[in-house]
């Protein structure tokens, strides 16, 4: 069973960081990319980055710049480094594991099979 574990939100002010983890277990793909997405209340959830078993990353236009994602294949874990956060980067984050689509669908909810309970990312002002 996949199981996807997020941790590393909290609050911070504007222009702060902040580091979320992404710890995976279960899953024995060969081939596999995890992403990172993101819910703000009363809004769709929208890919942030996304990274494949061989490095690839994809990063929304939004946070290209001041999120990057990054992987610890021998611990499992994915990684979202965020700077200089905003108040509109306000959400609860999740991380998903994915398979089989190509790198320009890789912020697409629907690339995506197994996911986390989320974290919650509150930036003041």
């Known amino acids: 069973q996949v199981q996807l574990v997020e941790s590393g939100g909290g609050s911070v002010q504007s222009g702060g960081s902040l580091r979320l983890s992404c710890a995976a277990s279960g899953y024995t793909y060969s081939s596999y990319f995890m992403g990172w997405f993101r819910q703000a209340p009363g809004k769709e959830r929208e890919g942030v980055a996304a990274?494949?078993?061989?490095?690839?990353?994809t990063v929304a236009d939004s946070v290209k710049g001041r999120f990057t994602i990054s992987q610890d294949n021998a611990k499992n874990t994915v990684y979202l480094q965020m700077n200089s956060l905003k108040p509109e980067d306000t959400a609860r984050y999740y991380c998903a594991v994915g398979r089989g689509w190509d790198n320009i669908f890789r912020l697409r909810r629907y690339a995506y099979g197994y996911w986390g309970q989320g974290t919650q990312v509150t930036v003041s002002s």
């Open positions: 990274i494949d078993n061989d490095g690839w990353t």
